[in-house]
């Protein structure tokens, strides 16, 4: 079982920059792909990036693509969210989980508490 903590989440303004962080913590945390869910107030949640369990591949929901970037480094345990050119419209709470399997886009575990990322116009 992998327990998940995000972090990184804000505010900022519409073409900025945030970068989340995902620490995991169980020494099975580099078996998994993982990936990013995000849920905007008044939606279901919904799949955003996975990277798999060695890092060497990724994908993307087509909305983020070539903003965002999943990278992980599993000596930390921990997975990234690097997001650029933010828009109004990616205001929602960030959510990490395992992705079970790899290319589902299904979370396979228990949600953590989420970190806030507002975007302003």
């Known amino acids: 079982q992998v327990q998940l903590v995000e972090s990184g989440g804000g505010l900022v303004q519409a073409g900025g920059s945030l970068r989340l962080s995902c620490a995991a913590s169980g020494r099975t945390f580099s078996n998994y792909a993982m990936a990013w869910f995000r849920q905007a107030p008044g939606k279901e949640r919904e799949f955003v990036a996975a990277?798999?369990?060695?890092?060497?591949?990724?994908y993307y929901a087509d909305s983020i693509k070539g903003r965002f970037t999943i990278s992980r480094t599993n000596v930390k345990n921990t997975v990234y969210l690097q997001m650029n050119s933010l828009k109004p419209e990616d205001t929602a709470v960030y959510y990490c989980?395992?992705?079970?399997?790899?290319?589902?886009?299904?979370?396979?575990?228990?949600w953590g508490q989420g970190t806030r990322v507002t975007v302003s116009s």
């Open positions: 989980n395992t992705e079970v399997p790899y290319g589902s886009g299904h979370a396979g575990g228990s």
């Open positions: 990277i798999s369990w060695s890092g060497a591949r990724t």
